[in-house]
């Protein structure tokens, strides 16, 4: 790689990891995908029973780096299947000129923790708002990451037992998000 091509791969990874998330709400804390992206590498690894694969964790690290270039979307939009796949063609174009790996050999629990660890950081981040620095007007947010959440684990727990552990730990997450930020786990459930 020539010093001009890593000059402009540094670029744009500094320029992602500053790429500000809930640019749409209200929040005390500027969150960014740089500790975004910290927190799902964590939470992958718990996710993973402390041991991700390299791949796992390179998905996990770059779940998030195109925003970059296209901001940070919002999950209701990223839902239209139109936006979904143009996002996706961007993506895809952004890596490959930066020669960074798009797609990733997953194992289906794989994705499934990446999934989830991507969920329950949102859960999280919002916890702290809510709780932790009294942020009220992201509990619908809250709410709902709680709901994408459940809806993972209720598809996958059927799948067999390494399926049914990994929703296991991210029910154990859950609530011990809910735990930490001192919101009642019996509250909580009601949310749902």
């Known amino acids: 790689m020539t010093e001009h091509k890593m000059v402009q791969l540094l670029q744009y990874l500094v320029r992602s990891s500053l790429v500000k998330r809930y640019h749409n709400r209200s929040t005390h804390t500027v969150d960014t995908v740089g500790r ?10 718990i996710l993973a029973e402390r041991d991700p694969t390299a791949n796992l964790l390179l998905a996990a690290l770059n779940h998030d780096t195109q925003e970059a ?20 063609d961007v993506e895809h174009k952004v890596d490959t000129a930066f020669g960074i790996p798009h797609e990733y050999e997953l194992l289906p629990r794989e994705v499934v923790i990446l999934d989830l660890a991507d969920k329950l950081e949102g859960m999280l981040f919002c916890a702290h708002e809510i ?27 059927p799948q067999g037992e390494l399926f049914a552990g990994i929703a296991a730990r991210a029910e154990e997450l859950r609530h011990a998000i809910a735990a930490t930020y001192l919101i009642p786990l019996d509250e909580e459930d009601q949310c749902l």
């Open 36 to 45: 975004h992206t910290y927190m799902v590498l964590w939470l992958v690894w």
């Open 69 to 88: 270039v296209t901001s940070d979307v919002s999950s209701p939009i990223k839902r239209i299947p139109a936006v979904r796949a143009a996002l996706a």
């Open 131 to 157: 709780k932790g620095l009294g942020n009220m007007r992201l509990m619908g947010v809250y709410r709902r990451y709680q709901e994408y959440i459940q809806e993972v684990v209720a598809r996958i727990r």
